[in-house]
């Protein structure tokens, strides 16, 4: 530094001293000064001010010193803030001037300056952008500086200054380097929520709402608890700012509130991701409003960071989306300079590199190396030294890109793949980082799978696994987060699945089948039959365990825990000690034993399970289970089947929602295809001669499709090969569960008839035929058929058979409010449109109130049925599952009856017509009299149904349970069909009339 340098310094510096201390620190004075000298704010003036101020201060007398310091002190906050010029300069100076100031003030000799020029320092250096300095060392200092700050301002005797300083902790916590990361954000969670035991929204609107914005920030990068809660706590706390800082009142503050809302909404867990992702948008676009390029570059910068990272992960017009997301990073690079802002810089590089990866638009393999371009560039600045968990995120991401590298050696780039994921799991360790360890493990099994190194893959994916079942278990949330979190890592299961396969180790890959599908339903089911299943002893003890991890889980949730940590640990092993106790029984989840199973079957029993991956993969894969058999069907062009049977499905659905009668009368060649693409009689070639009883698992869309009627090459249809029926499960560990249950007495009727006026004697004397056939028959008719009447209801708990005739819908959008429509459940169209969650649209014309319909939320949650052997839904579409969810969960109504406690549930896929309904119900509930099978008596009528002309329609109603006055009714209207088709005309032959309904459960 030159002496012309210096002179001039001194001369600036004693220009905006003065300023200062006249206008006692005002910025309308001093920042115009610092503006028209901008030229002097650099680094050198931080260290000039630095030598001259030290000299300075120990030069003059005690009073001098400290009023000199005060106007430094002052100096300081102001270039702190000052928004102009090189904002790392800025922080440098201030620094300097801080550090100067605490050679006078000392905590004994001015304790409250000696605090305030604390808190201004740990500001600076939380803030200070590193060129030399360690980043971390920087956090480390600054939360020494706060701790120091609260010896003086403690909160009964300075609880505003207690308050902002436990702010300023807090916010050193969240951006800590050093220490354990999980602890670093419970301690900022911590000392926000300290804060607002002072910043009350009565007492201090402004600042409770600043802090609500810090504390949702903690809690969206939570890492202990519940995941999908953390989000949610954080959603809430930016959504109460939002109620103080309007766009009117606060609008730097409301945009800011706005841009952490969408980061949240971003990662959101419940709802609709998409759904999710649009109100994330929605929020950082409107955030732009006040964040411009000038002058609030900084900050529309990170918006327009984290508005491409909203971009990227959408699904709807995802190659358009894709372009607006390198649009907005590219943007954002234009003041993220690596100069200027190298770690910021190094993010967008980051996310570039994972925008050209995922682009649909252009050459792939130019996009690839643009990505393996902008992923080497980040991994410059984001060294494993300075920013390891960065550093290892890109490292990920630089794998990925690798794995899919289209230019070069193909060997070449799976063995640069793994060099980059191999790594990245030193630094993202199972205990600090245990999600993003699974993610990592993961992509190196899936890699080393590419790569036809099977035992390397599943080594890295079964350890992924196990991670992922251990964060399953710390959802406290609910069901539903549950079910997301099985979207998420669904595709870990299909590529663990296909590798036991190419390892030839079948039993495990329907073991790992089985352990992806009706996850929840199989744990609910298990703690509801838990003093069936186990021993007395055992079951309290189960019991008692369960007590206690539910107890830890709230604590960590809800931060109550004394030493986090450990009560993880503790944790870990209750878990390890019920699982160890719940299989000497019952083996579930990820315990399940395909071979223990295949004991329990009877010999003549066969399972047919298929297994179809609805992503990229190519799996369709069809697995024959017998009590000592276990056999994979082989198909040669195995990805031309499943997307045979997608293209298939997806004109099944269209055909079903678009064009009924279109599809009703197709539905005979739908069928014809199905088998052809399933390959139905080779896999009947397979199950063994014996076998006289079949039970389909099905998988994804084959839900929604009757099996059992599938054509057979000598004309008949599948149930009529199995003499012993044909009956469906949603898995073979559910199967498993209900086969110890047995609900064997069929004395009580509970019925629900016709509670919308649409369907009053729409049953045809059939549930009044039906009751005949019980000792207790408790019936809720027409308008007393509301919600309210059944649940609870005391005749419903001791029934052994439900009767539901109404109607059902499904909802594809929210599964869990598909029900059945109850009386004075509809509601105007309009009042859809303004409330959707709780009226729904079920057609262009019809709402119904979901509090007014037994919607499967209201099945699980209140009815008990664990004396019910059966549950009859003649209704439509009641046997429909979840199509929008990615996991392999079962979501539906019958999913909702087994696990209120009935062992079997028939229902239907589809709006059959009244007659034929309820000719099929009244017949088999008079097989049911003579035949204790379920599936049997179901399949019995089915073939009836059928099979029987109008000739003989008419002298079966002669002998049926109907009362004249129905049987008459009938008999007329066969009598005139007779006439005009003749006698011996098969009127319901068609699989439209009787293959909608299936048999569900256990099957007897």
Same mark, same amino acid.
């Given at each position: ?11 600036? *510096? ?15 004075? @001093? ?17 000039? +001010? ?19 310091? =005060? ?84 909160? &009964? ?36 929520? +300290? ?34 809660? &953390? ?8 959504? $109460?700012?939002?109620?103080? #800082? ?38 950082? !676009?409107?955030?732009?409003? @006040? ?91 984001? !060294? ?52 993003? %360890? ?10 080393? =799978? ?43 299961? %299909? ?26 339903? @199989? ?29 830890? /889980?709230? /604590? $960590? ?8 940590? @450990? ?45 179809? !991956? ?5 799996? #369709? ?8 058999? *276990? ?15 997608? &293209? ?37 070639? *397979? ?71 649409? $369907? ?95 919607? $499967? ?22 046997? +429909? ?56 008596? =179901?399949?019995?009528?089915? %073939? ?17 349970? =109907? ?24 009127? #319901? ?16």
């Amino acid at each position: 530094m030159t002496e012309q340098q210096q002179q001039a310094y001194l001369k600036f *510096l004693m220009q905006v001293l003065k300023a200062t201390d006249k206008s006692e620190g005002n910025p309308q004075v @001093v920042y115009p000064l610092l503006k028209e000298n901008i030229k002097y704010l650099s680094r050198d003036f931080a260290e000039f +001010l630095r030598r001259w101020a030290t000299n300075l201060l120990t030069r003059v007398q005690k009073d001098e010193a400290q009023y000199r310091a =005060l106007v430094i002190s002052d100096f300081s906050d102001l270039i702190r803030e000052f928004p102009l010029g090189d904002k790392a300069s800025n922080l440098e100076i201030a620094i300097a001037g801080y550090e100067a100031v605490l050679t006078v003030f000392t905590h004994d000799t001015s304790p409250r300056n000696w605090a305030v020029t604390q808190i201004g320092l740990g500001i600076a250096l939380c803030h200070r952008i590193p060129k030399d300095q360690d980043k971390a060392q920087n956090l480390e200092d600054a939360i020494a500086a706060f701790t120091l700050a609260l010896k003086v301002f403690t909160r &009964n005797a300075s609880p505003i200054e207690w308050a902002n300083t436990q702010i300023n902790l807090g916010t050193a916590y969240f951006y800590r380097i050093d220490g354990d990361k999980k602890q670093n954000l419970e301690d900022a969670i911590a000392a926000f929520t +300290l804060a607002l035991k002072i910043f009350t929204r009565n007492a201090h609107p402004q600042k409770w709402a600043e802090t609500q914005i810090n504390l949702g920030s903690a809690y969206l990068y939570r890492q202990i608890g519940d995941k999908a809660q &953390n989000i949610e706590d954080a959603i809430t706390a930016f959504t $109460l700012a939002l109620e103080v #800082f309007t766009y009117d009142t606060s609008p730097i503050d409301w945009a800011k509130a706005l841009m952490n809302l969408g980061i949240a909404y971003s990662d959101r867990i419940r709802d609709r991701k998409e759904e999710n992702l649009e109100l994330a948008i929605a929020a950082l !676009t409107d955030a732009l409003k @006040v964040f411009t390029h000038n002058p609030f570059s900084e900050d529309w910068a990170k918006t327009q960071m984290n508005l491409g990272k909203a971009y990227l992960h959408t699904t709807r017009n995802k190659p358009q989306n894709l372009e607006l997301a390198i649009e907005a990073f590219t943007a954002a690079l234009q003041v993220f300079t690596r100069e200027a802002f190298y770690q910021e810089w190094a993010m967008a590089q980051n996310n570039l590199g994972n925008a050209y990866f995922h682009r649909k638009c252009g050459n792939k393999a130019e996009n690839i190396e643009l990505a393996i371009g902008a992923l080497t560039a980040a991994s410059e600045v984001r !060294t494993r030294d300075k920013f390891p968990q960065q550093w290892a995120m890109t490292q990920n991401n630089l794998g990925n890109a690798y794995a899919n590298r289209i230019c070069g050696d193909k060997a070449e780039n799976f063995k640069q793949a793994i060099a980059a994921y191999t790594p990245a799991l030193e630094v993202y360790t199972r205990e600090a980082f245990p999600e993003d %360890h699974a993610r990592t493990l993961f992509n190196l099994g899936h890699v080393y =799978l590419d790569a036809q190194q099977f035992t390397s893959a599943h080594e890295n994916l079964k350890s992924a696994i196990e991670i992922v079942e251990f964060l399953r278990e710390e959802i406290v949330s609910g069901d539903e987060t549950k079910r997301k979190q099985a979207e998420q890592w669904n595709p870990l299961y %299909h590529c663990m699945i296909k590798t036991c396969l190419e390892l030839g180790n079948i039993a495990e890959a329907i073991e790992y089948i089985e352990r992806s599908k009706t996850r929840t339903l @199989v744990e609910l089911i298990f703690e509801r039959d838990l003093k069936t299943i186990f021993p007395s002893e055992d079951a309290t003890t189960l019991e008692q365990l369960r007590v206690e991890i539910a107890s830890g /889980q709230n /604590q $960590l949730q809800n931060r109550t825990a004394e030493n986090p940590e @450990v009560l993880v640990q503790r944790l870990q092993k209750l878990r390890q000690q019920r699982n160890d106790l719940q299989n000497q029984y019952l083996s579930v989840g990820y315990d399940f034993d395909l071979g223990k199973f295949q004991k329990t079957l009877d010999e003549d029993t066969a399972i047919v399970e298929w297994y179809i !991956t609805t992503t990229s993969d190519t799996a #369709f894969e069809t697995f024959i289970i017998t009590q000592n058999s *276990l056999q994979r069907l082989e198909i040669s062009n195995e990805a031309n089947v499943r997307k045979a049977f997608l &293209n298939w499905f997806k004109e099944y659905l269209k055909g079903y929602s678009e064009a009924k009668n279109n599809w009703k009368n197709s539905l005979p060649s739908f069928l014809c295809r199905l088998a052809e693409i399933l390959h139905v009689e080779h896999i009947l070639k *397979l199950v063994p001669e014996n076998c006289s009883r079949l039970i389909l698992i099905p998988h994804t869309g084959l839900h929604l499709v009757p099996l059992h009627a599938l054509p057979l090459a000598n004309g008949d249809f599948l149930c009529d090969r199995f003499s012993k029926n044909v009956s469906y499960a949603p898995s073979c560990q559910l199967l498993q569960q209900l086969q110890p249950l047995q609900n064997l007495e069929f004395q009580r009727l509970f019925a629900v008839q016709t509670p919308t006026e649409d $369907l009053y004697e729409k049953d045809l004397g059939a549930i009044a035929a039906i009751k005949e056939q019980f000792n207790n028959a408790y019936i809720l008719k027409k308008a007393k058929a509301t919600k309210s009447k059944i649940c609870g209801n005391e005749e419903l708990l001791k029934a052994n058979c439900a009767f539901f005739f109404c109607h059902g819908y499904f909802n594809f959008y929210s599964p869990l409010d598909s029900g059945l429509l109850l009386a004075d459940c509809f509601v105007s169209p309009e009042l859809a449109r303004e409330n959707p969650k709780q009226y729904i649209l079920i057609s262009q014309d019809k709402a119904v109130d979901l509090s007014k319909c037994l919607t $499967l939320v209201d099945i699980i949650t209140h009815l008990k049925l664990e004396k019910c052997r059966l549950v009859t839904l003649s209704a439509c579409e009641t046997g +429909l599952t979840d199509l929008n969810s990615v996991s392999d969960e079962y979501i539906g109504l019958p999913y909702g009856f087994l696990l209120a406690g009935s062992t079997n549930v028939v229902s239907s896929l589809w709006n059959v017509s009244a007659d034929a309904t309820a000719l099929l119900m009244i017949k088999f509930f008079e097989e049911l009299e003579h035949q204790s099978n379920i599936a049997i008596a =179901l399949n019995t009528a089915q %073939h009836w149904l059928r099979n029987t002309s109008l000739q003989e329609f008419r002298a079966w109603l002669k002998k049926s349970n =109907l009362n004249d006055a129905w049987q008459s009714e009938l008999d007329e209207g066969f009598r005139q069909r007779e006439q005009q088709e003749g006698a011996t005309t098969k009127i #319901f032959e068609s699989p439209y009339y009787w293959s909608a309904f299936c048999a569900i459960g256990k099957g007897v």
